[in-house]
């Protein structure tokens, strides 16, 4: 039957909406909740004859396929490329990119690396850096806050958390970019992304080795668990390597993202600093309401079914968890971005065995932001128009003008 991205061309069943549409399309990228919308509203699964692809995006059938690792496989490949079929740009990772047992056995090291306990330990760190960006956004007043305030904060704490001896901001924001750009199809946005592979993956590899590392890191805990039999130590590299490719430009994303939902909504600050009880229940409304990786992929890895609808084995199936954050039958006025939602089961983390490991890391480093924003910041105004970024699967600003008034 052919191949098509790297995967298979399959035929749909009698009965399967079909919709000839580009999920990939640099204008749906910047802008998706006319194509979340449409793909909600036509049925489940949808069958987009572009890359031959099954898609879901209301929220029930995403969550139930997205979190389904027994029919809905992650080792062949998060996105159109079918890992049992082609060999994938790089070494798949060891933790996003393999099912159990294997995957159980690499998530309990990372696990036990980003425990609460161990992200407390970073507290001040955090706190410190951003009292620092803060101190210095205010000073200017109006910044560009993107490259001045959101790629800033994560390069400067997570290189440091790792404990890497090297530290290139700019390798650290392509290579996530690159890393996520690589699991849609080979389009402009894919091939700009990755003009710098070999230089920027040289420059990862080398800096996930166990002699870049300091011994009070989280790097250097991985390598003690390889040193204590419970992994290799290649893939103690290996899983360094996947704190730089996950843990860095979600990061950038999500802050930006957070300082976008805060400028737009100027009364949802002003609850957030009436009650900063609101913080963590702000940060996962940001990330229902901006869904910063809008699109993973999963595989079937057998005969099954979704909604009624047979599925061959090796269908790719895109879930499109941005569509389904924005599921008016799972979320009241889902279009209305408000601090004190709680939004319970939103999608941003991801779900079932596959949820982010990182996610302790990532609402410490979120929650210390906003404290010192709250603490320091009357008001976050637009200071111009904001302008997403197409990624072939994070939603991500690429220009954010701010205004920060001070109290």
């Not at 996105?79 to 060891?94: A, M, Q, T, V, Y």
């Not at 983390?349 to 302790?360: D, K, Y």
Request: glycine share 8%; proline share 7%; charged share 25%.
């Amino acid at each position: 039957m052919g191949m098509v991205e790297g995967h298979r061309r399959i035929t749909p069943p009698d009965g399967m909406p079909v919709w000839d549409v580009d999920p990939y399309d640099p204008g749906i990228l910047q802008n998706p909740l006319s194509y979340y919308s449409e793909l909600r509203s036509k049925g489940e699964p949808v069958y987009l004859p572009r890359y031959s692809v099954l898609a879901v995006g209301r929220y029930e059938t995403t969550q139930k396929v997205f979190s389904d690792h027994e029919n809905f496989v992650s080792s062949r490949g998060v996105g159109l490329n079918d890992f049992k079929l082609e060999k994938p740009w790089r070494k798949p990772s060891i933790i996003l990119e393999v099912d159990p047992p294997e995957h159980t056995r690499t998530r309990k090291v990372m696990a036990r690396a980003l425990s609460q306990k161990v992200v407390k330990g970073f507290a001040e760190l955090f706190r410190d850096t951003a009292e620092r960006i803060v101190d210095s956004v205010l000073e200017k007043g109006t910044i560009e806050a993107v490259s001045e305030f959101a790629e800033v904060f994560p390069t400067t704490v997570f290189p440091k958390a790792v404990g890497m001896h090297d530290s290139n901001a700019r390798y650290l924001v392509d290579y996530g970019a690159m890393v996520f750009n690589a699991v849609g199809p080979d389009n402009e946005i894919r091939r700009r992304s990755m003009e710098k592979e070999t230089e920027i993956v040289a420059w990862i590899n080398g800096a996930c080795a166990r002699d870049r590392l300091s011994e009070d890191g989280l790097g250097a805990r991985i390598y003690a668990d390889a040193d204590a039999g419970e992994i290799t130590h290649d893939e103690a590299s290996m899983l360094v390597r996947s704190f730089l490719s996950a843990g860095v430009d979600t990061t950038v994303t999500g802050i930006g993202s957070a300082l976008w939902c805060l400028s737009q909504n100027p009364g949802e600050w002003e609850r957030l600093k009436a009650d900063p009880s609101l913080l963590r229940p702000a940060f996962d409304e940001v990330l229902r309401y901006t869904s910063p990786v809008h699109t993973f992929g999963r595989t079937a890895g057998r005969d099954t079914e979704i909604a009624g609808f047979p599925v061959e084995e090796g269908t790719k199936i895109l879930c499109v968890l941005g569509a389904a954050n924005m599921d008016p039958d799972k979320w009241e006025d889902p279009q209305s971005f408000r601090v004190d939602r709680r939004p319970r089961g939103h999608l941003g983390f991801g779900a079932g065995i596959h949820g982010c490991v990182g996610q302790n890391i990532a609402r410490g480093e979120l929650e210390a932001v906003l404290k010192v924003l709250i603490e320091k910041v009357d008001r976050i105004e637009p200071a111009g128009e904001a302008v997403w970024r197409p990624n072939n699967s994070i939603h991500a600003l690429d220009t954010l003008p701010i205004t920060f008034i001070p109290n």
